[in-house]
């Protein structure tokens, strides 16, 4: 149901975001979601908290090689993967529809970031990555900015 929510989202934004269409898409009947949900705002925001996608249960942080390989096929999934249309969409409408939206987007990026930062903090307290280098420029592709 979650990922169907998401699905939605992603194509029709939260403008034309229903339970209707989500129940169609999952498919479930609406009373199934009105059971976990009682608003088309709090399955929504259920749904977008998957976007931040903890570590998995086998995650090593000492293997700085894993833990970015792993988190960066996490970033690519989220721009090309079933999500892709999500993330563009709640960034933009993260300012114009339900607070809780703006509260979501940052729990997101918190969770992504945070993990990665202290992964890179850790290997450059192991010597694997020199300490001068600060963390943001190894978490920040070089085509960004």
Known sequence: MLAAALTVYGEVGWAGFTLDRVARR???????????WPSKEDLLLAALEHLAEPAPDDFD?????????GMT???????????????????????QYPPQFDDTVQ??????FGTM?????A?????????RIPPDFVMTPSWAG
């Open 26 to 36: 999952a498919p479930v009947g609406k009373a199934a979601l009105y059971r976990r």
């Open 61 to 69: 942080p000492t293997d700085l090689r894993g833990c970015l390989i």
């Open 73 to 95: 096929a996490q970033v690519i999934d989220m721009f090309i993967g079933p999500k892709a249309l999500v993330l563009p969409r709640v960034l933009i409408e993260a300012a």
């Open 107 to 112: 729990s997101i990026v918190r969770t992504r």
């Open 117 to 121: 930062r202290a992964v890179i903090e």
């Open 123 to 131: 290997a450059a307290g192991r010597g694997e990555l020199p300490a």
